[in-house]
């Protein structure tokens, strides 16, 4: 696990020394927020090789910044290699500690020195949304990114943070009984940008809330995480944020290795290709070129062969069920499919396939026969409730894709196979009226979150 955001200069003796001997923390990340406060996070992740360090001006600290701590500042922070953001920095109109456009200035002051060093940005925002997206665009901040610190945002905020470059990183705050609305905008952020902090010694979980929090204590989150996130288990959670930070914070192997198949809540996914017949606005690998799917780099220089995957399935029957699912159509590899599927049913497995549902645009309707006994559900995205939103959403090459769709989903409840219809919940898409029109045809139907990929 790795905690994104924690003082340790400010830890008891007794926690900072559990949490440097706690094997299960890969890295943390040691903010500093003030003079003081930089020196002992630069001095902490030079004495400690997993701990790297976030160095800025709080925006309490405003009213006290000048241009010559920026130039301090750039300084500490030129060549070191510890040092993996600038921050954290922002505006916190709650407090007001700070007049608030002093606070806007160093702000500003800020982001353009990790522009300058090519370093993420770690934010504070309190009572200031608005402000804060506001400033990110005007400064071009989407050209580093960086971390929203201890999100507790509106949806929308987070959204248009996402869009910017941003992760977003849950605190403690996650775990308390008020927190509900916390817990829903969690629900729905991208799970390729979900990162977990403890902001120790402060926030502790409510297990253990009333005492000074510590990084150990971050598990106490990360459970609450995967109970609130769909098909998510609490090794998934450890994986998919770990590997989260590690590419914004540029860590380790930043998780970006090939992946053929992989686990998620027990379930085995099999990666058979990276090419894909649509290219949906909606999806990452056409927004932003990003593959991370739960803490996996779900991308391949060429298709594996039939032979590569068998030998990585194992026993097929150890898992839940098997899914051909990637960010390519599994299909396009119809042969292949069918060869492991068969050899997943062999050994009691069950198959699923996660399909755009438009084999019959290069296959005819017949060859669908011959997967009969092989797949157990078709779970198809249609993403549409008519012709002209397909074509919108999903930009299809041919014309009459989205009719071809529906014949896939009718052929295939024909033929006996159980067929699950997804959207995602796209701004462009109506949501009831596709569910009306999976019902109707008697497939069963999946409600999908925007980014929500997993």
Known sequence: MIDTHCHLDLLRKEDLEETLRDGTLEYLLTVGYDRKTIENALRLAEENDRVYCAVGFHPHEA???????????RDKVRNNPKVRAIGETGLDFYRNYSDRRKQEEVFRWQINLARELGLPL?????????????????????EVGGIMHCFTGSYGTMRKAVDLGFYISYSGILT???AQSVRDVARRTPTSRILLETDAPFLAPQPVRGRPNKPPYIWHTARVLADVLTNTSLEDVERMTSENAKLILNLGNNGKKETVTYVINNRLYI?????CNLHCVFCQRERERNFMVKGYWVWVSRDPSVEEV??????????????????????????ALKEIAKYVKSRGGKVRVDTNGLMFTFLPKERL???????DVWSVSLNAPDRETYIKVCRPVQPDAFDKVIDFIKEALKEGFRVVVSAVDYPA???EKTEELVRSLGAEWRYRYYDVVG
């Open 63 to 73: 009213d006290r910044v000048s241009l010559e701590d920026i130039e301090w500042l």
């Open 369 to 375: 026969k011959e997967l009969k006994g092989l797949v």
């Open 310 to 335: 068998i030998r990585e399935i194992g026993d097929p029957a150890g898992y839940e069920e098997v899914v051909f699912c990637g960010y390519g159509e599994p299909t396009l590899r119809f042969s």
């Open 122 to 142: 770690v934010i504070h925002m309190r009572d200031a949304e608005e402000e804060t997206i506001r400033i990110l665009r005007e400064e071009r901040a989407y």
């Open 429 to 431: 898409v109506d949501m």
């Open 271 to 275: 990666n058979l290709t990276n090419k």
């Open 176 to 178: 308390y009984r008020s």
